[in-house]
């Protein structure tokens, strides 16, 4: 288990990449920020899907995946059809254009992320990609867990 110290200087050091990500961004050319593009990932790996879904994927409120998807449905990245199984509902999945602007904002950061790691080796990153991708994985992990057990007796006691 790592000491209490670390994991607060980790949450720094992690908050720190995400203002530089945030820097980066309001100079980026390509016109998608972070969390359209992240919406616009997320239907590019795993296809069509309804926004409830999307929202909870994402760990956001439906209320601002609805507020991307409009501004994305309208920018042409995004399409909107009935849901087969259920015509109340609506499928959205990523347009032509849409997975052109995000392998464009994907190759932009990519690039930026290249220079800024010209100089470390190969390993280095790897291991980084490595840790990260754990650390990621049981965050995930952590917080499902927090949301699926019961809170404590006192708790319950106390409501």
Known sequence: ???????????????????????????????????????????????????????????????????????????????????PEDGRASLLGLTDSGRACLDQHRAQWAHRLTAALAHWDDNDATQLLTLLRRLSADVRGNLVEERSSPPPDSELRAG
């Open 1 to 83: 288990m790592i000491a209490t110290t670390t994991a607060s200087d980790l949450v720094e050091v992690l908050r720190g990449i995400v203002r530089a990500g945030r820097a980066v961004q309001h100079t980026a050319d390509d016109g998608l920020h972070n969390a359209p593009a992240a919406l616009l990932g997320l239907l590019a790996r795993e296809g069509e899907q309804r926004m409830g879904r999307l929202a909870g994927a994402l760990d956001v409120d439906p209320s601002v995946v609805s507020r991307q998807v409009a501004m994305l449905c309208a920018a042409g990245l995004v399409s909107r059809r009935p849901d």
